[in-house]
C-alpha cells in the first residue's frame, strides 16, 4: 500500500505547480470580476436614485414621519419618480 501513494504522489508531483497556478489566477479573476460587477450596480443604482426630485418639492417636509404632504407612501422612492404633483420649490426662504 505504501508502494501505491508513493507511486501516485510521484505520478501527481509535476501537475501541481501548475496546478496551483491556474487555481491562484482564477481566484484573482473571479474577485476582480466581482468587485467590477458590484461597482457597476453600485452606480447604477446611484444614478437612478439621483433621479428622484422629492427633495426639490415644495410638498417635500423633510420630517422623517411624513416626508410629502400629497404622496407620503412614495416620497423619496423609485416610484416618485414619475410623481405627477411635482412642484418645485420657487421661493427657498417660505420652506
Known amino acids: ?11 501527481i508531483q509535476p501537475f501541481i505547480v501548475p496546478i496551483c497556478f491556474l487555481c491562484a489566477w482564477s ?3 473571479t474577485v476582480a470580476w466581482s468587485l467590477w460587477t458590484a461597482a457597476r450596480d453600485s452606480v447604477s443604482t446611484a444614478k437612478q436614485m439621483h433621479q428622484i426630485p422629492c427633495v426639490g418639492c ?9 416626508k410629502c404632504t400629497v404622496h407620503p407612501a412614495i ?9 405627477l404633483d411635482y412642484q418645485p420649490k420657487t421661493n427657498p426662504m417660505l420652506y
Open 1 to 11: 500500500m505504501p508502494e501505491l501513494l508513493n507511486y501516485l504522489f510521484h505520478a
Open 27 to 29: 481566484l484573482t479573476i
Open 58 to 66: 415644495q410638498y417635500f417636509t423633510n420630517d422623517y414621519r411624513l
Open 75 to 83: 416620497a423619496n422612492t423609485e416610484e416618485a419618480i414619475t410623481c
